[in-house]
Nanobody, 115 residues
Framework: QVQLEEFGGDSVQAGGSLRLSCAAS????????MGWYRQAPGKQRDLVAN???????NYALAVQGRFTISRDNAKNTVDLQMNSLKPDDTAVYYC?????????WGQGTQVTVSS
């Protein structure tokens, strides 16, 4: 079994920064993809950014140039540095760990950006 624990959600003003962290525990095999999704009220859950175990990244267009994803394969952690935050970034952010045949989610952490 795999568990994901998220840290770092908070309330900030527009233009501010936050760093989200996620730690995975359990049977973590490679290859895998670790990343972050977000879900705003009344909207679907969308990809923010992810990175595979080889270091290839993928970003949503809305966050390119503002958010940076990083991971530590030895520690099974993935971080999301979020800069120049906008009110539209307000959402619950979910850590995700994806294997070829299994998908795991964290419990979610709230990010609120006020104007």
């Amino acid at each position: 079994q795999v568990q994901l624990e998220e840290f770092g959600g908070d309330s900030v003003q527009a233009g501010g920064s936050l760093r989200l962290s996620c730690a995975a525990s359990g049977s973590i095999l490679s290859p895998n993809v670790m990343g972050w999704y977000r879900q705003a009220p009344g909207k679907q859950r969308d990809l923010v950014a992810n990175m595979n175990s080889a270091g290839v990244t993928n970003y949503a267009l809305a966050v390119q140039g503002r958010f940076t994803i990083s991971r530590d394969n030895a520690k099974n952690t993935v971080d999301l540095q979020m800069n120049s935050l906008k009110p539209d970034d307000t959402a619950v952010y979910y850590c995700n760990l994806m294997f070829p045949n299994r998908n795991y989610w964290g419990q979610g952490t709230q990010v609120t950006v006020s104007s």
